[in-house]
């Protein structure tokens, strides 16, 4: 039956003495709170049941949509009585009828139709009673968020979709998507016209920069997108931007007229040298017409005569011969307005031509006066930039190229400008690398100039009038780096700096920080230029305290602060270093203890550019909101802030509660820079978190080398943001790993450290969400306890035991430490043994967690809720030392330690060398499947337009893409020899065939779209994903995949000789049938059954009425639930599998046929959890896989 919007409930049980009232999700257990006296009542229960534990946890992110929620009670429950309901944005979602356990102290409640997607969830529970009557008190609330369940779109591009005048210079190509993607799979096409996809990267988790260059004018071009998925694996799907899939846009015609931009000899050039003049060469700005290779010359009074040039290759440089052309003492004329660009537009008729004519005069001797014919500035300009890329003088004739060399004078200050001449001599230009000032009158003195025959240049000429340019800059704009903003803008506020932005004061993008947590893109900034007096503090300076706040409560500013070059291009290399990149923050504060230099602060708004609505989607750009800014130079950073000024044991925020214990206040808002990498993001934030805000240190002193630190952390009030911690032997975050480093704490919470004797370094980070402006750094508490562990208390004073079948134990630690992941409450008991052989087994006698340690580096190696069904590999040389952490309590009252040898497949995994078939995405690839001499991909079996295999060489080489229809290919395939044969999943009554053969047993294709295998079948109407060979024949066997509702049916075929398959017998203990492999007693699969997701086998003799017996900890390792890879082993008796976590791999199941199977866990670590591919051969043996972590486009792999 089903239950909607609320399920009714109730149970019975026994007292643990777990306080009401308490969150379950995070408890902690003081190891120094004594036990409480029993009273007079003696053992009569009077206590009310509580939630212990939940499965998901509080705050646990990424639950799947039809994942049932666990409710673990304090005791048994009795009946009558209780709700559990569940809402998400204040809607109910309907609850399937509730399951109890054996002892109802479990309750487990799922949705009818899964949960929403992409949501919060509140699970409240509450009125449940005890079975002595004691009602519960208070109602518990768990809270936590799932997965996305549908389908990515592209929510907006650049350029945009359809958009007709896109510059032909465009660089970049954007597109954002509607959620975070999985940044490996996806690949862009180009088509339409000339140009290229270059380097790809993303600059938030939901926006995609490519690289394009060589588009041309007035061209429509078409990007196709293929194979992009979001984070969970589901496909991009067709969106209101993108109909069909692909980015469809147009450049502008070319409007833009040509410009001779050079010359030899140049426009209006005298005193030419005949007998030097071998040719004359122009300098056009764009590629030309290169058809158009004439141009008449006149000399003097002459008739016009023909002369013929020649191209460059790139179309912007021509070239006509001049010896014997020429004459001495003679206007020459030679006419270009005929030429046009590749585009047909006609020539500019500017400085560097007259009336579309390059004239230019001969003489026998030099006599002529050299003069100034233009300059850039022009004489008298107002308002330069005050970065300006140089100076530009185009003189008469030819000048003496020796001098490079001029000083400008302005701004009461002289600088020498460095300078070039082109070829003719005529055309100098001065580079001003670093800026001029501002509001200033400057001069650029040109008389010492002598032409080529040492003629002083004409001071009295009317374009100077007196030799000397003269020009004014302008006030700075701050809008890039040829115009920063500079202290001449800024007031002064005692030693302080201040600049005053009005909002929109930015209008472009220019150069915002490279570390914005907001995943949008095309933030107007601006820029400011900071010269720093003092050395770093360390050398007897100062540092720089930047304060930035927005003139907004709506819109944060982020920053970035480089130093010793302006453009962020460039932060990372040889000429400049990005010192700080901070997240938006409505006010910031940066301490930079650096030395003295020239920094560029780069401001930007938060928001960017953001899309809103959906019929149709509407972008828009958000202004820069205005800030003001503050720079000064301080004597020191402020306590807490760095390594230099940590808070210690002598800080005014410290006190000592007792022996061997610390605690210190942070008062909120306290620490407001960041110390601790370069950026809060990625690399350059403490090691466990993606991004983080405003830091600070404290510094503990650890007096034993034989103790731990008990650390705990309480934020004030928990509704804030919380914090991050990190533990480090060494304050300075570059210098090794962590030691420790928590999630996000809301709420109080502890954790231990173990470390040596001497400092430790406690990093505090705050909070940054992932759509707003980070949080201020939240009032925290600090305390800190030197502890010496009691036998079984910790992994480095555990109990030792001596590896059986069975091992009684008694856990009775009252303390919590180091608590493993899956003990999520209540005191732990630890165990250890040195291993005798290189793979352990290790299990439980009662059903309650269990974690195992690595006691040399502390490292958990593995948490399950349960290790009584399956016990938890360990792989290791023997002689290792293992830890074993349980619950304390009754619930487990032994372990159990097998040891084996490994017999698995273990060697070094070998890139096979192939080349990719063009145009062919290998990422959406869904089985593997080995002859004697190829390998088969099977690519997309869904699509109607993509579907096929790849065969490559088994040594490697080139891969060849077949084609064939979704029909006859699906996600499972076998080889027989040189055979292939797949099974289509889908269930059409007009196509009732599901296995065909692919490649004949010649190695040639088999027709088109491959033969029916099957005829005369009847599969019925469940889905088939699962296929795989009865080891030591030639039949295959197929699994349907079943449902809570449908029986998972199995079916043998002969593959020597087609006709219909057989059903061999239905089972409703298991479902979701993925992978499946067969010897001649049992079957194996991967699939669904009560107990979770694994791997299961069913004897063969009993399919249709045998319970399946998990030969993985069922939930406990992760398998797709619709795709699946298994491979048998039979020789060995070992089955390989293909796991589906964040970090894929392949297991082992030693032993599978036998009594006493053994999973052994990982044998290969490698792969992503889109990638499916697995094949064996026994005869090496040797493991082939597909991944896509060595090449991201997919790569085949060897392990023998």
Known sequence: MRLALLVALVGCGDDDGVSPGVDASMPRVDAHVPPVDAGADGGRDLEPPVVTSTRPRAGETEVAGGRAVEIRWSEAIAEGGGTVRATSEGTTIALEAPTWSPERDVLLVAPTEGWPSSSRVVVTVEGFTDVAGNAQTDAFELTFETSDAGPPSVVSTTPTEGAIDVARDLDAIV??????????????????????????????????????????????????????????????????????????????????????????????????????????????????????????????????????????????????????????????????????????????????????????????????????????????????????????????????????????????????????????????????????????????????????????????HPYLGDGVLDFTTGTPTGEDCSDPLTTAVATRDGD?????????????????????????????????????????????????????????????????????????????????????????RLRSVQYLDVPAGNYYLWLAERRGQVTEGTSPPMTFQVAFPGATVRVEEVAALPEGESCGSPYTSTSSNHSAPGVDSHQWTVAFDALRSMEYGASGVGEDALSCVSAQGADGVVRVDKARESSFLDVTVEPFPREDGGIYVEARAACDASSGDALQCTRRIQSRDSFQVQASAGPVWLWLASYVPTSANTEPFPRVTIRTREVDAAPGETCATAIPITPDATVPITPSTTTRYFAPSCITSGPVTYYRYTTTRELDLVGTVGTAPMALIDRTSGAELGCWDDASVVPMPRRAPAGSEVCIAVPSGASITALTVRELDWTGIDGDATVIPVTRPEGVTLTSEAWLALSPTQLHLGITPDSTTTAGFVTFPRAGGAGTFVPVTRYSIGNAAVTVGDALYSVDETNLAARPSRLFRLITSMGGLDTPNGTAWDPGSSYGTGDIDAMGMIAGTDTVIMANEGTTTLPTSFFTASLTTAGGAI??????????????????????????TGLGRGVYRLPRATLATATPQPLTPPGEVSFNTTNGSMVYDAARDVLYVRTNGSIATVDAIFGASTATPAYAGPVVVRGRSTDHGLALDPTVPALFLFETVTDAAGSLVEIR
């Not at 209008?507 to 230029?529: F, K, L, M, N």
């Not at 017998?1065 to 991967?1086: E, H, K, L, P, Q």
């Open 1063 to 1088: 059903r061999i017998g239905m089972n409703s203990g298991i479902r979701d049938a993925t992978a499946i492999a067969a010897n001649a007693d049992w079957v194996f699969v991967i699939g669904t």
């Open 496 to 584: 302080a700096w201040v600049w005053t932005i009005a909002p929109a004061a930015f209008g472009a993008q220019d150069g915002a920080p490279t570390c914005g947590t907001t995943a949008t893109s095309r933030h107007r900034d601006g820029v400011i230029e900071i010269v720093k007096t003092t050395p770093d503090i360390a050398s007897g300076g100062r540092a720089l305290r930047i304060e930035v706040v927005s003139a907004t409560s709506l819109n944060g500013v982020q920053f970035e602060v480089l130093r010793g070059a302006c453009d962020p291009a460039l932060a990372t290399g040889a000429t400049g270093t990005r010192e700080i990149c901070a997240p938006a």
């Open 175 to 460: 597109v954002r998507f509607s959620e975070p993607m999985n940044p490996y799979l996806g690949t862009l096409a180009l088509s339409g016209g000339p140009g290229a996809l270059g380097a790809r990267s993303w600059a938030g988790e939901d926006e995609l920069h490519v690289a394009v260059s060589g588009l041309a004018w007035g061209t429509t071009y078409h990007i196709a997108l293929d194979g992009f998925a979001d984070v969970e694996g589901n496909a991009l799907a067709a969106s209101a931007v993108l109909v069909d899939g692909a980015l469809d846009f147009a450049t502008v015609a070319d409007t833009t007229a040509p410009r001779v931009v050079d010359s030899n000899p140049t426009n209006e050039q005298l005193d030419l040298d005949v007998v030097a003049l071998e040719s004359i060469r122009i300098t056009f700005d764009e590629s030309m017409d290169v058809s158009r290779r004439t141009a008449s010359l006149a000399v003097g009074e002459g008739a016009p005569t023909t002369l013929t040039g020649n191209w460059s290759a790139d179309g912007t440089v021509l070239t006509f011969a001049a010896t014997g052309r020429v004459s001495a003492q003679a206007v020459h004329r030679v006419d270009l307005s005929a030429m046009r660009d590749a585009a047909g537009n006609a020539l500019v008729l500017d400085v560097n031509l007259s009336e579309g004519e390059l004239v230019f005069t001969t003489s026998p001797t030099d006599e002529a006066i050299p003069f100034v014919v233009f300059a850039s500035p022009a004489e008298g300009a107002t308002d330069v930039p005050t970065r300006a890329m140089g100076i530009e003088v185009l003189f008469s004739e030819a000048m003496d190229t020796t001098t490079t060399q001029l000083d400008l004078v302005g701004g009461g200050t002289t600088r020498a400008l460095a300078g070039t001449w082109n070829a003719a001599g005529t055309r100098l230009l001065l580079a001003i690398p670093d800026g001029i000032g501002s509001n200033a009158p400057h001069a650029l003195d040109l008389r010492a100039l002598r032409d080529a025959s040492g003629n002083a240049l004409d001071p009295a």
